[in-house]
Structures are given as C-alpha cells and as structure tokens.
C-alpha cells in the first residue's frame, strides 16, 4: 500500500514562497514519474509539474518560471518550491505519479497553499 504525505502549506501573502515536500512510501519511488497536482475549488485536478525518474523536468504553463520541482531518491520524497506566488495559485496541492506515465496511486490529504494579503 502506498502513502503519499504532502506538507508544507500554509497563507502567504502574494509574491511570497513555500516549499512543499512530499514523502513517499510502499514502492519503489526511485523509477516512478513523479508530479504536483493542485485543485482548486469548483475546479479540476490539475498537473503543475512533472520530474522523471532520470530527474527531468516540466511545468505548466502558469506556473513556468516560478516554481521548481525536485526529488531526492533517497529519501524517497518529491519537493515543489514555489516562489512568486499569487492569488490564483491557491489550491489544495497533492503529490502522486505522473498520470501521462503510470497509473497515479490513491491520493493523499494534500497540503493547503492559500496566497492572500
């Protein structure tokens, strides 16, 4: 059974930053295409970053230039630095596979992000 547990939300005002981490457990995180997906309310899930297993990166196009997806294979965790935030980023983030690759697993709690002055 595989659990995905996201932290490092919080309220920041707009222009400030997070770092959100993602722990992974029950598989063998090292070779799975990894994403950041953010939902916000009365909207779709969506994917906002992607990394590889070999470490390469993606970004939708709204958040292009403003945030970094990263991961570190021995700790089994996937991270999301978010710099520039504004107000349309505000959504509950979730950590998961890349579902243009694999299967995504079931879904952790995600990790509210709330951009607001």
């Known amino acids: 059974q595989v659990q995905l547990v996201e932290s490092g939300g919080g309220l920041v005002q707009p222009g400030g930053s997070l770092r959100l981490s993602c722990a992974v457990s029950?598989?063998?995180?090292?070779?799975?295409?990894m994403g950041w997906y953010r939902q916000a309310p009365g909207k779709q899930r969506e994917l906002v970053a992607g990394?590889?297993?070999?470490?390469?990166?993606d970004y939708a196009d709204s958040v292009k230039g403003r945030f970094t997806i990263s991961r570190d294979n021995a700790k089994n965790t996937v991270y999301l630095q978010m710099n520039s935030l504004k107000p349309e980023d505000t959504a509950v983030y979730y950590c998961?596979?890349?579902?243009?690759?694999?299967?995504?697993?079931?879904w952790g709690q995600g990790t509210q992000v709330t951009v607001s002055s």
């Open positions: 029950g598989s063998t995180f090292s070779i799975n295409a």
């Open positions: 990394i590889r297993g070999g470490g390469s990166t």
């Open positions: 998961n596979r890349d579902h243009r690759f694999l299967s995504p697993w079931s």
